[in-house]
């Protein structure tokens, strides 16, 4: 009988480790970042923002290839004049047709007519200098796709770091509860014996709650950061993720002598973009030039539907040149250089921007690793400062007022440390994105 109970108790306990298991699903860092790259609302919409560039750079190649159009065409008519061409290019015109009275009132013919149309750009300056902006607009977002996946990847270490945070919290303010409980009992054990006021009492209660519900706020912080989570992966379950590893602060001194350099994925697609910009420029002033084209066509015409009694071709080159549109033409080009010189300044902008960011960023990272160090030792002198007054409270020497706010104290030590260590992490992630 009692092998039985110890058989259906291990039973109940491996389903209760699977259900525990499949209900927070231990993650890592690099597996997050794998489902990321394959998944991510963000990065997916960059992605067809890159697309749709290099579609629009391929619609110029227009401007090198020939346009290729084939048309049959087909028409009942008395008009004098159609049915003497029509019969003129099916090859069926007789001395009887130009009698004037047939001439004149014609009887009701059928043509068909299947044309085959070529048409090749030689000489369109204008075009090619504008081909080269939409191939420059498209390396700009090909690149600004890169830089898009280096601030998710950012964006998901921050989170990542934030759910460890939470978890972390979570397992101090559960120590600190069940401390808590203790010296409440302590201080009930003491109120009995008359060593202590109902208002102690009251006092250990209110702290006890306190640290209940800042519990509860922990553990909606874990559910929050795994649903970030999750939605970072493009994920739509509810399972709640926790990090395969604790949080923990690694110091990089090497960090601080790199320097920030141009070729930067975001600066490299502004000045692509600028070079856009610069194109359409030369663009708008090379519209005083010619454009060369030529063209041709191969012509079949009869009296039945998809007939090919005649034949005949056409081939020929056309030189146009559009002298004058008024102020128009001249309007584009100033605006061209307004535009381009507006995207030379904002890119120097930018550039003298990103350095007075990244210099900034190492200095926060400087400022948080010497917080690290402090609050590190704020712990240890809290916990130790802890230790003795709960010694001396269970002895009946120490108020109940000064052991709770010694209580507190470490508390909040331990959740500023916490916080420190988060933000050291996550000022070196960001150093390290600003360098791409």
Request: hydrophobic content about 40%.
């Amino acid at each position: 009988m009692r092998s039985k109970k110890v058989i259906l108790f291990t039973f109940f306990l491996f389903n209760f480790v699977i259900i525990l298991a499949q209900s927070k699903g231990v993650i890592t860092l690099e597996d997050v970042l794998l489902k990321v790259a394959d998944n991510n609302y963000t990065i997916k919409i960059s992605n067809e923002d890159f697309k749709a560039a290099k579609a629009d750079f391929n619609q110029t190649s227009a401007i090198l290839l020939p346009s290729i159009s084939i048309s049959h065409t087909g028409i009942t008519t008395t008009n004098p004049l159609m049915v003497f061409g029509s019969k003129l290019n099916q090859e069926i015109l007789t001395p009887e047709d130009f009698d004037p009275a047939l001439l004149n009132n014609p009887k009701e013919i059928q043509n068909y007519a299947t044309k085959i149309e070529v048409k090749q750009p030689i000489l369109n300056v204008d075009g090619l200098l504008m081909r080269k902006a939409a191939k420059a607009k498209m390396n700009a977002l090909n690149l600004s796709a890169n830089r898009t996946k280096n601030y998710i990847k950012l964006e998901v270490t921050k989170a990542y770091m934030q759910l460890q945070v939470a978890y972390k919290a979570v397992q101090v303010l559960n120590k600190a509860k069940v401390a808590a409980i203790a010296n409440k009992k302590v201080a009930e054990n003491n109120f009995k014996q008359g060593y202590l006021q109902k208002a102690d009492i009251l006092s250990v209660d209110i702290h006890v709650t306190e640290v209940e519900n800042q519990l509860l706020s922990a553990k909606s912080a874990v559910k929050n950061a795994s649903d970030y989570l999750h939605f970072l992966m493009g994920e739509k379950t509810t399972t709640t993720l926790k990090p395969a590893n604790n949080l923990e602060a690694t110091i990089d001194t090497d960090i601080y002598d790199l320097t920030l350099s141009n070729t930067r994925d975001d600066i490299q697609a502004m000045q692509k973009s600028t070079d856009a910009y610069n194109y359409m420029y030369k663009a708008s002033k090379n519209t005083y030039l010619p454009t060369l084209n030529a063209f041709g066509s191969y012509e079949m015409y009869d009296n039945h539907l998809f007939g090919t009694r005649a034949k005949g071709y056409v081939v020929g080159a056309q030189l146009s040149w559009n002298v004058f549109e008024g102020f128009k033409r001249i309007g584009k080009i100033q605006k061209g250089k307004a535009t381009y010189d507006k995207a030379q300044i904002s890119l120097e902008q930018y550039k003298n921007k990103s350095s007075l960011e990244f210099n900034k960023a190492k200095r926060q990272l400087k400022d948080a690793e010497n917080k690290l160090k402090l609050t590190a030792l704020a712990v240890k002198q809290s916990k130790e400062e802890l230790r003795i007054r709960t010694n001396r409270f269970k002895q009946g020497l120490e108020k109940t007022s000064d052991l709770l706010i010694t209580e507190t104290k470490y508390l909040q030590k331990q959740l500023e440390n916490l916080q420190t260590v988060f933000s050291y992490n996550y000022s070196k992630a960001y150093v390290k994105f600003l360098l791409n």
